[in-house]
């Protein structure tokens, strides 16, 4: 019977190959295009990251041969389906070196991961008084949640304070750290800036002080392997489209008893045990999570995203961003004009600059026409734009796919934008 299992369900182990870029693009069919006349160079990996092929196969072959709704174990196509779907969690179980499967919630994304949190756990535990700390640079999805249920048990949120490089204060923490302070937030990775937070030392005193602590891993995961029992932390939240799998998925790891401990985020079918008017019971982890249909696609998808990395040779392919970091940052002391944002010592491969008197949309747009994508604004960052008096900034970010000539490519077509506007 084995032929008639999916691809995504077969995979014979595979030694990962020394690290070779040439051979990992062949793997991204979208690398392969023009855009505006020029071969494309995709700088915007912190926004979303490409799929490989196998990612888009496992989509196309769940919709072709098994879809099915979940748990439902009518019939095969719905086993097979279901047996996929948990096969991922497991999958995503072990790429984290959770404890156990139940402990990873699907959710849509790094946004909604926190909102569960926010919602759940910070509605049912936060009182009048309690302090939640965030960083200064975290994107918005891991402040608003926070202000949300903050307003509602009359709390508060702080920033942890960080400095021109983008460096968060760990003194500043440690001081902030007293009885009211419940939960640390705190990006893995800024978004905005590449700076990588010490999380490991960010949890052990936190958990010193007796508050909690949620990473934001959206800009982590795709860079390194996380290993959230090494960390210690008690949540972390990922999105799957920037770990080179499907839009509309994502990842919430929580300790065991926290997740068992908090009550449901949103009510419906799966969520449940037994409903009756007489009173509701709730399913167990994770499912007590995971109300109405799943997105069993994305899930399947993502898993088939492991896969590939599981493949990849991670080590190899994170030398090789940090040489285009390097090389990167070497270019762009030479432009004349140029400010660096986000020079911490610890750096994810992530450019973020401006030029002086350029506004960076334009020339995010004088850069598209050469066939370069870079994100240009404040990357859902106003707070931290807003402490160093910027609107935003131009940001290239990296990924194991980007070549050498993609960072020359980019910083040829920034001397002719330099020399059109300036
Ligand atoms: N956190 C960080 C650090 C991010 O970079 C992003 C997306 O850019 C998010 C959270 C939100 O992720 P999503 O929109 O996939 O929920």
Known sequence: MSEERPVYQVRPPEQ?????VERVRADFPILQQQVN????????????????????????????????????????????ATAAF???????????????????LWTRGTT??????????????????DRILVSAMEHHSNIVPWQ?????????????????????????????????VRMVAVGHVSNALGSINPVDRIVALAHAAGALVLVDGAQAVAHWSVDVQALGCDFYAFSAHKLFGPTGIGVLYGRRELLEAMPPYQGGGEMIESVSFAGTTYNQLPYKFEAGTPDIAGAIGLGAAVDYLNRLDRAGAAR????????????????????????????????????AGVHPADLGT???????????????????????GIPGTVRASFSFYNTF??????????????????
């Open 37 to 80: 006349g020029h071969p494309l160079v995709y700088l915007d990996n912190a926004a979303t990251t490409q799929k490989p092929e196998c990612v888009i196969q496992a989509l196309v072959d769940y919709y072709r041969r098994d879809n099915s709704n979940v748990h439902r174990g009518a019939h095969a196509l719905s086993d097979r």
């Open 16 to 20: 990962p190959q020394a690290f070779c």
């Open 320 to 355: 090789h961003e940090e040489a285009l970091l390097a090389r990167s940052v070497a270019l762009a002391e030479r432009v004349p004009g140029l400010e660096l944002v986000g020079t911490a010592a610890h750096k994810a491969s992530v450019l973020s600059f401006n030029l």
């Open 148 to 180: 949300m249920v903050a307003a509602e048990r009359g709390a508060t949120v702080e920033p942890i304070p960080v400095d021109r490089s983008g460096t968060l204060d760990m003194t500043a923490l440690a001081a902030m750290l007293d009885g009211r």
């Open 405 to 422: 000539d993609d960072v020359d490519r980019l910083f040829a077509a920034l001397e002719k934008a330099r020399q059109f506007l300036q």
């Open 112 to 129: 909604e991961s926190i909102n569960l949190v926010a919602a759940s756990w910070g509605r049912s535990s936060l009182q009048p008084g």
């Open 366 to 388: 004088l850069l598209d026409q050469q066939g370069i994508a870079v994100r240009t604004g404040n990357h859902c960052a106003q707070p931290i734009m807003e402490q160093f």
């Open 86 to 104: 948990e096969e991922a969690r497991s999958k995503v179980a072990r790429l984290l070196n959770a404890e156990d499967a139940r402990q990873i």
